[in-house]
């Protein structure tokens, strides 16, 4: 058995108040460099979007802006007049991403609530497996079906347009969604739609009655979810269109690559500024459902 | 009737989706897996031609090269993922005012497209313009830092734009973990002696395995399906030094006529997912039923 | 074995004060429990004396030494928490000796105590086992024997009963029990289960609201509690509590229960007040269940009473029976031979020499 030694005591007491202090500085150095990493391509981006092409030549990534120039930001959006006609502008892709995106998410999240719905709290035989096949359609390389959806929307007459996009994003939503809410479903009790049912109510007075109205964590999280995927996506706005029906980020890529004459970093920049203005907002102002999104979908429950 | 209609409302309502889902997914899934076993070039031809494909792919040089790539890649993305990730979390457990900020800070770029993060990593990796000229503004006039253009580097720089993007998430799902740590059992070991190092070391870090593997599948998951940031940080190259899987495959598909030698890589892209996901979510579901 | 000194201590969470002014004086090998309803700090007090949360105001002292910035490793105590805390990746034996693995205690030393401790606690086969695969009573044990190994001179334990079912934690009792009278270790107990308090406390301290509302041994506290809190937290069924007034009838103390039109007074000559109350003073009349019996002429103030059954439980061995009683609803605990029926009146004697007085404005006894 031990008992306590005084003149050890005063020592030790003495020296762990230092050596925390000096942790906590280390510590708040750590984050803060981090953060500076984190935040560093963000800044530059916005401080050279705002200069003007000699002074980004003349300084580097740090030097801010003698004068704030918002030309860029134009051209990035409406393009030029006359001379630059050949160049890709985004204003018109904006809206076609937009346009794009509405319907899907409005679509992927709706039949991703139904299909929670019906497989958490109407067992019918084979339930299970239909959760995992869903499930399994979250993980699947989109490499493996680009070629036959090709085909497919060709054979649809919607390939190379916004309805071709909306029916991709929206089928291959559909497992994420289902997920999501099948998920949330779960932990609903069972008991709240028996006493419905006892009331009387069938299935789909239950889900628009009962269901929905308690859903809006989940319907935000996914609306969130689903917005910021299919707003980011590049792959199948690349492969299946081209030309006047492509989406943002398609536009985005192709002006940086093509440039006529000169790169003109300050027009990218501001280009890459606002593709991803809109996710970024969203982040943003809605950031705690983001990341229950993100966590949501990969805690498995 | 309509005592079968009621009683079937639930498989009906989800059939739609069912439907979709079989088609879309696995029958498409299906069909790719078909033309790979075919000759089809631009377009596609059903007589069956055995594994033909796959000899080709795996003796076509630049798939090799893509592999080779996506290993290093893989590698070098999850470990580093994981290390900042698991650092950041435990330094931000550490109850500090600013968390909330700073969570924010380190996961925005999650919220970019993967051609936004490119499209701006590209220019601060620019040779002459971007991290080479900042340095050599400040002083350091030795300093060089080719590697978009260098061919043997042109890889890394999708490891850090792409460590860029997800680090953020990993730190996420691991500071979750750490939250749901019973507070007593810090506590016990703050009593039995334990210095924080050594507690979260020996004690904590372990209790984190669940964590560690879906985190891991998810970056695996990531690193396969890379084709946006490529894309847009270097196009595969320069020529095709940073060529990857999915990059093939579209080129291959989209610009070479080559739609059965594609399908056959989209095959073995599907194939290493599987080989991943289904073991997990297998042993997953079976820790589940193991806790009900 | 260590003296524990609280004094003067205070403790704030933000703008709440959670500890006000706690005076403790706890000497060598006794048991003393806090008891107190949730919220009423008694696990912040805890953790304090712990080491684990820091003092705001005022001191406290092992063995005379003031603790205050001593780590908790440092402060020879151990702690049984209430979740068990086990680590849950590692074996029984590695949880049990991972403080003195930390302390760098010889690999002998270690080996002696965890085969004295684990024999002891009857976790001996256990040890290679991992929490998970253990029940509760066993990984409580396992929380013990962590806690034993380091032979400290102070034990705490916080709540640590309570996760177990209700026949467990009758059995976890009696071995606590035993293991203080094996080791006579001072041992600070938190709890707020007055069963818990009664049956292992030397001393109980009854904590409400940050402060401590009485100290004493379980008699005292259930024979004289010295506020309306005290009495009504300790004892079960609760104690009973009418409301009225006092009088100075002539030279006869009484008691006269509120809303009553009969002119009733009860004699208060038996009770030996504190500090006796103004005439008209407002008081509160208490009595325990088990005070209400048959008449026995052996006690010798007594009050008789004709009490109507309202509700009849049985109990097994006894009954609660609820009456009205001046207005009030009150419960006896009665015999279970006694032949009670509802709406009949039965006649029945209140034991006056058992009885507590408040005042009413203050809650405290008089």
Redo the contacts between chains.
Sequence with gaps: MQTLDFQKMENIERSTSRKKTFYRWL??I??GI??L??????Y??II?SLKSMEE??Q????TLPGEIIFDSWKTAWSGREGIDAGNVFLRPFFWNSIKMVVPAVAISTF?GA??G???TK?R?RGDNL?F??????C?????????????TLGLLGISNSISGLVLVHS??G??FT?LFFRNYYISIPDEMIKAARIDGA???KIFFKVLLPISAPIIVVTVIWQF?NI?????FG??FSFGEAAPI?VA??NM??TSTSVKE?NV??A???I??IP??L???LA?KY??RG??AG???G | MFYWL?KN???I??A???A???W??????L??FY?SLTKSKML?RYEFWGIEQYFRLWSNPRWFNAVDNLLIFTVLFVAICLL?GIT?SI??D?K?R?EGF?R??????????????G??????L?PS???E??FT?WGFTDFTFDWLVNRDMSIYTIVIAAV?QSS??IM??FL?GLRSV?D??V????????SLY?IYI??IL??M?P?FM?SIV?LL?IS??S??LV??LT?GGPGISSDM??VF??QM??HRSE?GL??A???M??LT?LAI?VPY?YS?LRRQDANT | MATLKVSNLTKNFGNTQVLKQINLDVSDGEFIVLLGPSGCGKSTLL?II???ESVDEGEILIDEYEVNRV???DRN???V??????????TVRNNVI??LK??KVSKEQIEKSLKHFSKMLQIDQLLDRKPAQLSGGQRQRVAMG?ALV?EPQIFLF?EPLSNLDAKLRVEMRHEINKLHEKLGTTMVYVTHDQVEAMSLATRIAVMNEGIIQQIGTPQEIYDKPNSVFVADFIGSPAINLIEGTFSKDGNAPCFIPEQQNDDVKISLSGYSFDSEPKDGQEIIFAFRPEHINLPDASIKSQLSVELKPSLIELTGYEKEVSFEFYGNEITGRLPRHIDTELGKTISLSLDLSEISIFDRASTMRI
């Design positions: 510590l708040f750590t984050l981090f953060a990493f984190y935040l560093a391509p963000l530059v981006m050279t980004i030549r300084g580097n990534l740090m039949f139904l299909n719905y019906a497989l109407w019918f239909v995992l096949l869903f499930l399994f359609g993980f699947i390389p989109y490499q493996a079906i680009l070629l036959p959806m090709a085909r089928v291959y559909l497992s289902t069938g299935f789909f910021t707003w980011n996506d590049f792959l690349s492969s980020q985005l890529n940086v690559l970093y990218d920049m280009a890459a500024f593709a991803g996710t970024l969203v982040y943003v950031g983001f990341i993100l966590t990969s805690v498995k | 009621q409302l639930p498989k309502a989800i739609p989706s069912f979709v889902i079989l879309f997914v696995y029958g498409f899934v069909w790719t033309i596609p900042i950041l330094l931000l550490q500090i600013a700073l924010t800070v380190y996961l925005y770029p999650m919220a970019l497209s993967f051609i936004v993060t499209t701006a990593w590209k220019w601060m620019n313009m971007g991290i000229k900042l503004d860029w953020g998430f996420a799902l979750a019973d007593e059992i506590k016990a070991a703050k009593i039995d002696g334990a050594s020996t004690i372990p209790m395995r964590v879906s998810i998951h396969i399906k084709y946006d894309i847009a196009a899987p999915a495959m579209t598909a989209f739609i594609a399908s890589s989209a095959v892209m599907f997912v996901v979510l997953e | 953790n712990a080491g684990l780590e908790p490793k105590i151990a702690m928490f209430q979740s068990y805390a086990l680590y849950p990746a590692m991972f403080g930390q302390r962590r380091r916080d």
